[in-house]
């Protein structure tokens, strides 16, 4: 099964050489978790796209310091390969900057949050029910890292996460699509190190540190939830998948 990385964006070059690449990062949660998985990616900020939707069997979108609302010509290109995509029946993936993107290819508004910088661990309630998960999953805890937010949940999406910083947290597009405006492939020290990076300066130094202090638990991320929730999306095999609920990841 091969999964296709559309990149928006990239690691702080301070941080790189350290923590990798968001597709790294990606590659790094999701690998694992599924044997035989490949992955190609496609750095579309500098016009490298595939050629179409099944070039690969699913698709990832990544995180960006970009905004949707810049409007860049990748960023419209992007949108129609999300369409298309859609349409072709492919599974997809969005977080962060994927996640406004899908949404605003369908019709949504995204903008800066008048709440302000979400930093640190975040907790999400799960709204509705929806085949991809585990039954009973009221919430999910990942670490987040934006200023901008998805205003309304598009005419094709259902609300899947929210919370009172971020009402619409995530979203499904019936079974093709899964959008997390928070960052499951960000470990806590990524999440550490970028704050630490940006407060001050892109971050109010209160706000950065309170989201560090939500980092100095002994209580882990449900990053390895989600990842499973993202390989169901993703229609990874079932054989692998059982055998990765039988190993607890």
Request: hydrophobic letters at 40%; a negative charge.
């Amino acid at each position: 099964m091969k999964i296709g990385i559309l990149a928006t964006g990239i690691t702080p070059a301070e941080l790189l050489s350290q923590h990798g690449s968001y597709a790294d990062m990606f590659i790094d949660m999701l690998g694992p978790r599924a044997p035989g998985m490949t992955f190609e990616v496609f750095d579309v900020r500098e016009e490298r796209f595939p050629d179409n939707p099944e070039q690969c069997d699913g698709w990832i979108i990544t995180g960006s310091k970009c905004g949707v609302y810049d409007d860049l010509p990748w960023m419209r290109r992007l949108k129609v390969l999300i369409r298309e995509t859609y349409e072709a029946g492919r599974p997809q993936v969005g977080i962060c900057f994927g996640h406004q993107i899908v949404a605003a290819a369908f019709g949504a508004p995204v903008a800066k949050s008048e709440r302000g910088w979400g930093v640190g661990i975040h907790r999400y309630d799960i709204v509705g029910s929806h085949g991809f998960l585990d039954a009973g999953e009221p919430s999910f805890r990942i670490n987040a890292m934006h200023q901008d937010q998805v205003l309304e949940v598009p005419a094709q999406a259902q609300l899947l996460a929210t919370s009172a910083f971020c009402p619409c947290a995530g979203l499904v597009y019936g079974d093709r699509i899964l959008t997390l405006q928070a960052h499951p492939e960000f470990s806590i020290d990524y999440e550490r190190a970028l704050l630490l990076a940006r407060r001050g300066n892109a971050v109010p130094e209160a706000v950065a540190d309170a989201g560090l202090a939500t980092l100095d638990t002994d209580r882990p991320t449900d990053t390895p939830r989600v990842a499973r929730w993202i390989l169901n999306v993703l229609r990874y095999p079932e054989t692998g998948r059982e055998q990765n609920e039988q190993k607890g990841v």
